[in-house]
């Protein structure tokens, strides 16, 4: 395949959950594509049965190894690359190594704390002397109450932003596996003072308040999330704490007992054999793939509440369909990256990089979320 012929967006792990829906977007954005991954006939299965309108899309499917070597020739003359393998701190690393060596910007959508420090630490610098964007993370669960947060931090004079993330259904495979790895092999953080600060780990599960309902809702740190890393060298903002969950009281009950259980199983293993015995238990927790997303059901709330020492604000989005949410981004990301630079290159939350009204803009436009409810007190 010449340069002048290679598809300008590769969407690596495109016969997963997220990846079909990222494919799905890239269609009605009417982008060319290569769906990659280690299996071709899953790859085709697919996009030919879980991506609606794929016959009008212009794309291919390649099987690919995940080596540094394999991807870079795959990626190479390519522009964007959107993965959503994970987890990433173990699948990550290759990925964004080939895109620097082939000279693509780069996007995901983890959740991975420790992933994001190590992207930030180790690789924000070589993306930006190469003018490319390295930006994990964009994806509902962070992104739409990053957009929140913008909207708050718009009043000066606030430094505090208190964020809680709910969203209906239940995680994908993936997800779960995330879930499971990221508790047992990493710390969760929040900010304080501008200073990363952990989570006490045996907290176990926490009560809040969220709009638009009378019950009290059931949270976890959930891994730390990407807030507290991108709002680390934001000179408005010194402290940051996310909470999120599903609205899903039983599910979210059985979290914490099932990550102890398997922290306690697996605490004397090497990584790699932890890593398997993790995998192993989160396959026995979810092995199938989550329903197509419907709106009845599948309802979100990003919630933001920003404080400083005098004058507060709080934002709400309510939306729906989070994992669509999640696709339609990922696209809007390859259509903006295609056309012109990002807004910041190397290490870069999505806000940071495309900007928080041309993000909300897009969700608003797929009807994927209501108007902003923006009170302001100073």
Not at 280 to 294: C, D, L, S, W, Y
């Amino acid at each position: 395949m010449s340069k002048t012929s290679k598809k300008p967006v590769i969407v690596y792990g495109a016969s997963g959950y997220t990846g079909r829906l990222v494919c799905e977007y890239l269609r009605e954005y009417n982008i060319p594509f290569i769906a990659a991954g280690r299996s071709a006939d899953k790859l085709n299965a697919a996009m030919q049965a879980n991506v609606p309108g794929i016959e009008t899309a212009s794309f291919e499917v390649v099987e690919v190894d995940h080596s540094v070597k394999a991807l870079t020739e795959l990626f190479k003359g390519a522009s964007v690359v959107l993965n959503t393998v994970g987890p990433f701190a173990k699948f990550g690393p290759e990925v964004v190594q080939a895109c620097l060596a082939a000279k693509c910007h780069y996007t995901d959508t983890t959740g991975e704390q420790d992933w994001l420090i190590t992207l930030d630490e180790q690789y924000g610098e070589k993306f930006a002397n190469a003018g490319l964007l390295l930006s994990p993370g964009l994806a509902q669960m962070y992104t739409t109450g990053e957009i929140a947060a913008q909207l708050c931090l718009e009043t000066p004079g606030l430094d505090t932003l208190d964020i809680a993330v709910f969203w209906g259904g239940s995680p994908t495979i993936a997800s779960t596996q995330t879930i499971l790895v990221n508790a047992a092999m990493a710390k969760a953080y929040h900010l304080q003072q501008n200073q990363f600060v952990e989570w006490q780990p045996d907290a176990g599960l926490y009560q809040l308040a969220i709009p638009g309902q009378h019950e009290m809702a059931l949270a976890l740190p959930w891994g730390g999330t990407s807030h507290p890393v991108w709002f680390k060298r934001d000179p408005r903002v010194a402290n940051v704490k996310v909470l999120g969950g599903v609205f899903n009281k039983p599910l979210m009950q059985g979290v914490p007992l099932i990550v102890a259980a398997a922290l306690e199983a697996t605490k004397d293993m090497n990584p790699d054999d932890r890593y398997a015995a993790l995998a192993q238990t989160a396959a026995g927790v979810m092995n199938t793939m989550p329903p197509r997303e419907n709106p009845r059901i599948n309802k979100s709330v990003d919630s933001v509440h920003a404080s400083g020492p005098l004058g507060r604000a709080h934002c709400v989005i309510f939306g729906n369909c989070n994992y669509k949410q999640t696709g339609m981004m990922q696209a809007f990301a390859a259509n903006w990256l295609l056309q012109q630079p990002p807004k910041r290159v190397g290490f870069a939350s999505g806000c940071q990089a495309f900007g928080h009204h041309e993000l909300l803009g897009a969700l608003r436009g797929f009807g994927l979320v209501q108007a902003p409810v923006l009170t302001v007190h100073v």
